[in-house]
C-alpha cells in the first residue's frame, strides 16, 4: 500500500479531521459524539433548522458549511460512505426546535437509504421533517427521469439559500418550497482528467488514459459514459455549457447562478480560466450571470477535473444567496 499523504492511522481518517475542524472553528462549530457537526448557533435557534448527511473525503463539502445562515448539524459518515440512520436520527433529534427541520441528501443509493429511513422514523416520533433531494447531475438521466440523477455539488448553494430562508424565520412549508423549487432549476455537469484514490488504501478507482478527459463524472469517480481526447479549457467548457443549457432549456434574458467546482486537484488557475469562458459565451447568448463562485467547494481526494454548475436566480434567491453566513468555508 502507498499512501503518499499527510495521515496517520487510515482507520482514524474522518474522527482526526473532524476534531481538526473544531479546532479550527471553535466559535462556529463543535464535533460531537457518532460525528456530528453542529452550528455553535444551533441552541438558541428558534426556527426552522437544516441537517444534511454524507461521507467524508469531499472535504470542504458538507461539515465546512456549517454555521451560522447554512447547516445546523452535518452527520458525517465514513470515506466515501453515508452515516447510519441511528446517527442521522440523533442530529434530528438534536436539531428540533419545533419549527420543523429540512433534510437534505444526495441522491446516492446508501444517503437515500439513511434518508429516508430516518424521516419515517422522525414523523413517527413526532418530528416535523422535509427530505428535499440533490439529483441535479445531467450526465446520468434527462430531467424527465430526474430520480435517477445524482447528487453533485448543487448541495452547497442549496444549503446556503435554504439556511438564509430558515433564518429569515420562513415556515417548514415555506422553507421546503424554496428548497424544491432551486433544486428543481439547477444542473451540473462534471469532467475528470486524473483519476481520485481512497485515502484509506490508495487505490486509484479508474483508469484514463494521458491524453483522455471523461464526461459525466459521477461524486465518486463512477463513470459518465463518454471518454474522448482530451481537449483545452474553452473548447470543454462550451461542451459542458451547452449540455446545461440545453438541460434547463435556458434563453436569452434569463439570470443564472454558475459555479465552477475543483473537484481535488484542479488549480484555480485553471478554474478561472474555465469562468472565463463560460462567462463570455453566456454573455453572448444574453443569459446574464447574477452569482458565481470559482472555488473547491466539494472535492474527491486529487481527482483532476471540475463540475460546472447552473441554477436559474430570481430576486428572492438571490437575496438568500447574499445574505448573511458565518461557517469555516463561506462567510458572508
Not at 448539524?73 to 442521522?88: E, N, T
Request: with cysteine; aromatic share 6%; net charge negative.
Amino acid at each position: 500500500m502507498n499512501l503518499r499523504k499527510f495521515i496517520n492511522k487510515p482507520e482514524n481518517i474522518t474522527s482526526e479531521l473532524l476534531e481538526g475542524l473544531a479546532l479550527a472553528n471553535p466559535f462556529i462549530l463543535e464535533v460531537r459524539p457518532n460525528n456530528l457537526v453542529v452550528s455553535k448557533g444551533l441552541h438558541n435557534a428558534n426556527r426552522v433548522t437544516i441537517v444534511t448527511l454524507g461521507g467524508s473525503g469531499h472535504e470542504p463539502a458538507c461539515e465546512g458549511f456549517v454555521g451560522e445562515g447554512m447547516i445546523d448539524v452535518a452527520v458525517v459518515g465514513d470515506i466515501f460512505a453515508a452515516p447510519g440512520y441511528k446517527a442521522v436520527f440523533e442530529a434530528l433529534h438534536l436539531a428540533d426546535k419545533g419549527k420543523g427541520i429540512v433534510l437534505i441528501v444526495l441522491n446516492h443509493a446508501s444517503d437515500m437509504m439513511a434518508g429516508t429511513r430516518t424521516v419515517a422514523e422522525a414523523r413517527r416520533a413526532g418530528i416535523a421533517v422535509s427530505m428535499v433531494v440533490i439529483r441535479e447531475d445531467v450526465a446520468f438521466a434527462p430531467r424527465s427521469a430526474a430520480e435517477r440523477r445524482r447528487g453533485l455539488v448543487g448541495c452547497v448553494p442549496l444549503y446556503k439559500i435554504v439556511g438564509a430562508a430558515a433564518a429569515q424565520g420562513k415556515s417548514l412549508c415555506e422553507v421546503t418550497a424554496i428548497a424544491q423549487d432551486f433544486a428543481d432549476n439547477m444542473a451540473t455537469i462534471a469532467v475528470a482528467s486524473k483519476t481520485a484514490t481512497h485515502p484509506q488504501n490508495g487505490s486509484a478507482f479508474w483508469v484514463l488514459g494521458f491524453d483522455e478527459m471523461e464526461i459525466g463524472m459521477g461524486q465518486h469517480g463512477e463513470g459518465g459514459g463518454d471518454r474522448q481526447k482530451m481537449k483545452n479549457a474553452d473548447e470543454t467548457a462550451i461542451l459542458m455549457t451547452d449540455l446545461l443549457i440545453a438541460d434547463l432549456n435556458l434563453c436569452a434574458g434569463e439570470e443564472i447562478m454558475v459555479i465552477v467546482n475543483g473537484t481535488g486537484s484542479t488549480t484555480i488557475m485553471e478554474m478561472l480560466i474555465i469562468f472565463r469562458c463560460v462567462h463570455k459565451y453566456l454573455n453572448d447568448k444574453g443569459i446574464k450571470i447574477v452569482a458565481n463562485w470559482v472555488e473547491e467547494v466539494l472535492t474527491v481526494q486529487e481527482q483532476a477535473g471540475f463540475q460546472l454548475f447552473f441554477a436559474r436566480m430570481n430576486n428572492q434567491t438571490l437575496c438568500y444567496w447574499n445574505a448573511p453566513a458565518r461557517t469555516p468555508y463561506l462567510v458572508r
